[in-house]
Structure formats: structure tokens, C-alpha cells
């Protein structure tokens, strides 16, 4: 997109094509159900505030001032998001060693054993016929991959089981229960997940297991351990498919990986400590996120003062968008004489963007 030099700066054009006011007349113009697409005739309509080259300088200046607190916050958050995931890999740390291979030095009171030591048995769900939909009301459903791939169960990764198929209700799944994705792509095979809560009559996929610890085990370390890098590298090693894409492990090849053991009362202590340092990571993650979309509103609220003549600047004198003649008397540029009456608007709703307002809370 070329623009004309003398009337309208391009780096404010890129702000202004970011706001609301843009983004309204580009959803209202553009056609298609599936895939959304604009006619270039849509784009030449779309209508700009357009002050003089001196006014937008200046409101430049105040956006460019306004932003960079914007930029230190994502900056920070993007630094507050590397370290969760340092977090979240201590705390599974402390459930496998850091070693290479197996059968390396313990603490005392450990052991090496493998996976099928702590596991007293594992269940598989079946192949159900469904509907390619998530289920509604009470209908039986089966959950889907991204159920388990998460990092947290998500009961809403469903298919809906169509009606008159024969269901198994032993397969059906219950708070409490360690489900482990048997065949996936590398990425996220044996991705592992504790569930904390699920909605009745949802069964196992035949892509999943149900791994049930043996009575002296604690099922929150079990369920921690498996997440390990290590367990995960074993499970890598140990899978097979004839497409890289679609990987798959056995229950034999499952029950055979080394782990390391510690006592009953360790594994408590172990499993304890690291559930709650993954839940106080997932919060913390919460919090991150909320961050990061109050940074992308603020953003685009910033854009939308500009427009609508609501922009404060450092004295904290608004700066009005229209301050001259215009190219057009409507204010606005572009080639066709039938344009929406939708911008600007005055909108007594829209608050006074300050500086102040832009710090994160982190």
C-alpha cells in the first residue's frame, strides 16, 4: 500500500489501521463465510480521520511516549513467561533425577524399578462411532487428544457417541483418574494429565489409558512423574509408527521404563510439593495472560483516542484529530463519494487515555 507522502504519514497509518475504527469497516466489508476476504474496492472505502501532517506528527509523538510503557510491560511478561516454564520444569525436577541413563546413584531410600512397579493396572478405551461433535446435555461422549495435551484435563475436548452405540461404562472417567495419550504426534505422545473434575458419561478414547497406581503409591506423584522430561524422552524412544506424524506406544513398552522410586512417604511429600508448584504456576500463567490482553486492549485504546479526539498529551491537553482543512470536507480520504457515516463519532463513553493508566501490574 502506497501512501501519499504530503497528507498522510505512514507510521500513522499503521496505528490508525489497528483501531477500532478500522477494523469495524474492515469485518463490515469483508465477504465469505469460511475464509473472510476484502475486494480492493472495500479497502479503498474504508474511511480515515486524516488531521494535518504536523497534528498527526504530533499525535505520533504522544503514541510513541504512551507506548514504550506498553513495551516494558509485554517485555516483562515475556520475561515472567520464561520463567513459569523454568518453574514448572524445577518442580518436575525433583521427581526424576538428571541423569542420562538409568541405574545411576540414588538417594538413599530410593530405587530403580520401572513404570509397571507402580502401576497395578492400565485400562484402554475403545473405538466408538460419533457425531464429529462435542456432546450436549447428557449425551454420552469420548474424549479427543487435545483432552490430555494441555497440561490440564479439558473435559469440553469431546465427540459426541451417536445414539444406539453399545457403551462400556467401566470406561467412563472420574475425578482423581491419571490418563496418559497413547498415540499422537511426537510432540504430544504420553502427554499425561491428573484429572481434577469431569462431567458424567465421558469415556476413554482408544488413543488413551488410564493408568491406576498400585495401593502404596501416591497417585499425585505418578501422575507428576510421568510429565518429567525424562519419562517423556523414554516414552519417545520407546514409541513406533510407520508415519512420523502418528506415533504410538504399548503398554508393554510403558510398564518397561526405569524410574526412579522413593519410599511411600517421599512420594507424598513429592507429589504434594509439586502439584502445588504446577498450580501456582498455572495461576500465575492465568495472570500473565489477563496481562497480555489488557496490554493488547490498551493498545488498541490508545489508537482509538487518537481518532476520537481523546488523546492526552504529556501537559494533559487532549489533542484535537481535526485541526485544519482536509483533503475531503468530511474529514476523511479515499475515492468513492458513498462512504459509511460510522467515523469519527464522539462517543461521551470513550475515557481520556493518560500515560499513567498504561502500567502493567505484574
Same mark, same amino acid.
Given at each position: 500500500m502506497q501512501v501519499r507522502a504530503e497528507i498522510l504519514n505512514p507510521e500513522y497509518l499503521g496505528h490508525l489501521w489497528q483501531s477500532s475504527l478500522v477494523r469495524e469497516q474492515?469485518?463490515?466489508?469483508?465477504?465469505?463465510?469460511?475464509?473472510?476476504? %476484502? $475486494?480492493r474496492r472495500a479497502l479503498l472505502e474504508v474511511r480515515l480521520p486524516l488531521p494535518p501532517l504536523a497534528e498527526q506528527h504530533r499525535i505520533l509523538g504522544i503514541l510513541r511516549e504512551q507506548l514504550r510503557y506498553l513495551d516494558r510491560g509485554d517485555e516483562?511478561?515475556?520475561?515472567?513467561?520464561?520463567? &513459569?516454564? %523454568? %518453574?514448572?520444569? $524445577?518442580?518436575?525436577? $525433583? &521427581?526424576?533425577?538428571?541423569?542420562?541413563?538409568?541405574?545411576?546413584?540414588?538417594?538413599?531410600?530410593?530405587s530403580w524399578g520401572k513404570l509397571g512397579d507402580v502401576i497395578k493396572r492400565i485400562e484402554a478405551g475403545q473405538t466408538l462411532k460419533h457425531n464429529g461433535r462435542p456432546t450436549r446435555g447428557d449425551e454420552w461422549g469420548v474424549i479427543k487428544t487435545s483432552a490430555m495435551t494441555r497440561g490440564?484435563?479439558?473435559e469440553s475436548e469431546n465427540k459426541a457417541v451417536r445414539a444406539g452405540i453399545r457403551i462400556d461404562e467401566s470406561h467412563q472417567i472420574s475425578a482423581g483418574d491419571i490418563l496418559l495419550c497413547r498415540a499422537n504426534s511426537p510432540g504430544h505422545l504420553g502427554a499425561a494429565v491428573q484429572v481434577e473434575a469431569c462431567r458424567p458419561r465421558l469415556l476413554l478414547s482408544d488413543k488413551s489409558l488410564r493408568l491406576v497406581p498400585e495401593e502404596n503409591v501416591d497417585g499425585r506423584w505418578l501422575a507428576q512423574l510421568l510429565t518429567t522430561p525424562y519419562v517423556r524422552a523414554q516414552i519417545a524412544q520407546r514409541s513406533k509408527g510407520t508415519l512420523s506424524s502418528m506415533q504410538h506406544i504399548s503398554q508393554a513398552s510403558l510398564r518397561d521404563i526405569p524410574v526412579p522410586i522413593p519410599p511411600p512417604g517421599?512420594?507424598?511429600?513429592?507429589? #504434594?510439593?509439586?502439584?502445588?508448584?504446577?498450580?501456582?504456576?498455572?495461576?500465575l500463567c492465568r495472570q500473565v495472560r489477563r496481562a497480555q490482553k489488557k496490554s493488547e486492549k490498551l #493498545?488498541?485504546?490508545?489508537?482509538?483516542? @487518537?481518532?476520537?479526539?481523546?488523546?492526552?498529551?504529556? @501537559? !494533559?491537553?487532549?489533542?484535537?484529530?481535526?485541526? !485544519?482543512?482536509?483533503?475531503? =470536507?468530511?474529514?476523511?480520504?479515499? #475515492?468513492?463519494?458513498? #462512504?459509511?457515516? &460510522?467515523?469519527?463519532?464522539?462517543?461521551? =463513553?470513550?475515557?481520556?487515555?493518560? $500515560?499513567?493508566? &498504561?502500567e502493567l501490574e505484574l
Amino acid at each position: 500500500m502506497q501512501v501519499r507522502a504530503e497528507i498522510l504519514n505512514p507510521e500513522y497509518l499503521g496505528h490508525l489501521w489497528q483501531s477500532s475504527l478500522v477494523r469495524e469497516q474492515l469485518e463490515a466489508s469483508a465477504g465469505g463465510s469460511r475464509v473472510r476476504s %476484502l $475486494a480492493r474496492r472495500a479497502l479503498l472505502e474504508v474511511r480515515l480521520p486524516l488531521p494535518p501532517l504536523a497534528e498527526q506528527h504530533r499525535i505520533l509523538g504522544i503514541l510513541r511516549e504512551q507506548l514504550r510503557y506498553l513495551d516494558r510491560g509485554d517485555e516483562a511478561l515475556r520475561r515472567a513467561t520464561t520463567g &513459569l516454564a %523454568l %518453574l514448572q520444569d $524445577a518442580a518436575r525436577g $525433583a &521427581l526424576a533425577p538428571s541423569c542420562n541413563a538409568p541405574f545411576d546413584s540414588l538417594a538413599p531410600s530410593w530405587s530403580w524399578g520401572k513404570l509397571g512397579d507402580v502401576i497395578k493396572r492400565i485400562e484402554a478405551g475403545q473405538t466408538l462411532k460419533h457425531n464429529g461433535r462435542p456432546t450436549r446435555g447428557d449425551e454420552w461422549g469420548v474424549i479427543k487428544t487435545s483432552a490430555m495435551t494441555r497440561g490440564t484435563f479439558h473435559e469440553s475436548e469431546n465427540k459426541a457417541v451417536r445414539a444406539g452405540i453399545r457403551i462400556d461404562e467401566s470406561h467412563q472417567i472420574s475425578a482423581g483418574d491419571i490418563l496418559l495419550c497413547r498415540a499422537n504426534s511426537p510432540g504430544h505422545l504420553g502427554a499425561a494429565v491428573q484429572v481434577e473434575a469431569c462431567r458424567p458419561r465421558l469415556l476413554l478414547s482408544d488413543k488413551s489409558l488410564r493408568l491406576v497406581p498400585e495401593e502404596n503409591v501416591d497417585g499425585r506423584w505418578l501422575a507428576q512423574l510421568l510429565t518429567t522430561p525424562y519419562v517423556r524422552a523414554q516414552i519417545a524412544q520407546r514409541s513406533k509408527g510407520t508415519l512420523s506424524s502418528m506415533q504410538h506406544i504399548s503398554q508393554a513398552s510403558l510398564r518397561d521404563i526405569p524410574v526412579p522410586i522413593p519410599p511411600p512417604g517421599e512420594q507424598k511429600r513429592l507429589g #504434594r510439593e509439586a502439584t502445588a508448584w504446577t498450580l501456582g504456576a498455572r495461576e500465575l500463567c492465568r495472570q500473565v495472560r489477563r496481562a497480555q490482553k489488557k496490554s493488547e486492549k490498551l #493498545r488498541r485504546a490508545l489508537t482509538d483516542a @487518537a481518532c476520537a479526539e481523546r488523546l492526552v498529551g504529556p @501537559a !494533559g491537553v487532549g489533542l484535537p484529530v481535526r485541526a !485544519g482543512p482536509h483533503p475531503g =470536507d468530511d474529514g476523511s480520504i479515499g #475515492r468513492s463519494s458513498h #462512504r459509511p457515516a &460510522l467515523w469519527p463519532r464522539n462517543d461521551p =463513553d470513550l475515557t481520556t487515555i493518560a $500515560a499513567v493508566q &498504561l502500567e502493567l501490574e505484574l
